[in-house]
Each structure stands twice: as structure tokens, then as C-alpha cells.
């Protein structure tokens, strides 16, 4: 399951993490989306989203957040042949309010503030376009 290397590589690391410091989570919309044939992974990123508010108290003060993306054009699409990928993106690109799919550098750019701004913690940024207001 999806939570148990976040978990692990989280209390792994805390030895190392300043005080001050942050930890972030990858997550996915599917953990907050009803998608049908997503049950399985939609429960394995929520586990993982569950974390962020639970560790942010208990670790405090140390900072802990997720992203959850929605789409995104990186290499795991790779296991769709590329007519099938561009169809798919196209579906997508189609229920997303913003009219396309991610990039990695959007979801870089969530990681990156979350990780900059010392007022957040124990928040979940969904980084998804609007993916999951297609209902």
C-alpha cells in the first residue's frame, strides 16, 4: 500500500529534519474525487493525505503537508500506447476546468510553496486543475 513507504521514509528522515523544517506528502485527487474504478488507489492516497494533518501535531513544530495532483503528464502514462495516451489526455484535458492536463513543474511549484511558507501545515493542496469538480 501507497502509505507505508510515505510513513517509513517520513520517520526514517526525522533524525535528519531541522525542527523548523517541513516534510510533503504526494497524494492524488483520486483520494478526494469519486471516480469510478479508482476505490483502491482513491483509499491508498487518502491514506497517504490522512497523514499530513495527524503528523503536522504530533511532530510539531515541525511542518507536514501533501499534494494531491490530478493528472499529470510524466512517464506513468507511458503504459497507454501513444494514440491511446493522447486520447486519454484529451478526455481529461476536457473535464478540467483549466482545459488541460498537468505538467510536472504545476506540481512542483504546489511542492515548492508548501515547503517555502512557514504558516502552512497540516494542509492537503490539491494541485488538479479543477479535476475533481467534473463530477
Known amino acids: 500500500m501507497k502509505v507505508f513507504p510515505h510513513f517509513a521514509c ?3 528522515a526525522l533524525p535528519y ?4 523544517g517541513s516534510i510533503t ?3 492524488a485527487v483520486t483520494a478526494h474525487a469519486a471516480m469510478p474504478g479508482t476505490a ?3 483509499s491508498a492516497n487518502a491514506a497517504v493525505a490522512a497523514l499530513a494533518p495527524i503528523l503536522a501535531v504530533e511532530l510539531q513544530p515541525l ?3 501533501a499534494v494531491s ?3 499529470v503528464d510524466t512517464p506513468w502514462w507511458n503504459f497507454l500506447p501513444e494514440e491511446q495516451k493522447v486520447v486519454a489526455f484529451s478526455g481529461y484535458s476536457a473535464k478540467t ?3 488541460r492536463v498537468g505538467q510536472p513543474e504545476d506540481v512542483a511549484q504546489a511542492v515548492a510553496f508548501l515547503i517555502s ?3 502552512m501545515s497540516g494542509e492537503i493542496l490539491i494541485c488538479d486543475g479543477g479535476l475533481r469538480l467534473a463530477g
Open 10 to 12: 517520513a520517520q526514517s
Open 63 to 65: 511542518r507536514v503537508n
Open 40 to 42: 483502491g488507489i482513491g
Open 117 to 119: 511558507n512557514s504558516f
Open 25 to 27: 506528502f504526494l497524494s
Open 69 to 71: 495532483p490530478g493528472v
Open 97 to 99: 476546468p483549466v482545459g
Open 17 to 20: 529534519l531541522r525542527r523548523d
